[in-house]
């Protein structure tokens, strides 16, 4: 029986249209600013699941508590509350100059060192953390992990379904190259969802009221005691150096013929090619 379970959603402002977005060609980073943003659609699968978890639990008496936590400029402030807008309790604003331009790795150690200053602030550990599988503006699927490891903690990537979940432990299903599995994983642990896992609720007029007024804090890297030489660009070990679109170096080629003629002759490239 859970009597109580502190649960904390990462979430992220990604640009609404990715095609939109423009490089900095001196810096090689993403140029945000002018561009619509939302929250990052895996992220919404997220917060929802969260959302239901705490349904679940307080059928059973239990309490619950969702904290959204993200890293971002000021204006990142709008996608916590849309998730306060959703449901969860409150959010937390992770933004300084000095975060800007970090890679997955700063980013992971920036949202852990966020994490555990919501514990050290509230004198809570936190049960259970869940990020979305990963963003669709970096599309590495890194930071979940990676956060994990920050933390100390389990985690199960690629998690399509919570089948149960107690004080103790989760049994979780996860999606696999051989195709799924099912898994206990102990708490605290840390779970990246995978799109289709529920189905994102809309906002409410009341929500989106209660957003508005939401005392949400916002902490730089001196509140959470983040070492410089460890976020924001600076403590990037990936870095990139040149963004450019590939050429097209070969022409396409149409074969024609009878399955047999083609098959044959498509051997026949294909002998050339990896000869050459």
Known sequence: MIGYMNIVVTIKQVPEDP?????????????????????NPYDLFAIEEALRIRESLQKAGARTRITVITMGPPQARSVLEEAIAMGVDNGILLS?????????????YTLGKGIRKMEMVSGETIDLVICGRQSTDGDTAQVGPELAEFLGIPHVARVFAIDEIDASSARVRRRSDEGYETIQVDLPALLTVDKGINQPRV?????MMRARKADIPTWGASDIGAEHDRIG?????????R????GKSHKARLLQGSPEEVAHELAEVIRKALSS
């Open 233 to 241: 660009l600076s403590g990037s070990p990936t870095k990139v150096v």
């Open 19 to 39: 095609g939109a977005v423009k490089i900095n060609r001196e810096t090689n980073t993403l140029v945000r600013e002018g561009i619509p943003c939302v929250v």
């Open 203 to 207: 906002t409410s007029l009341k929500g």
């Open 243 to 246: 963004v450019f679109s590939p």
């Open 96 to 108: 300084d100059r000095a975060f800007a331009g970090a890679d997955v790795l700063a980013t992971s």
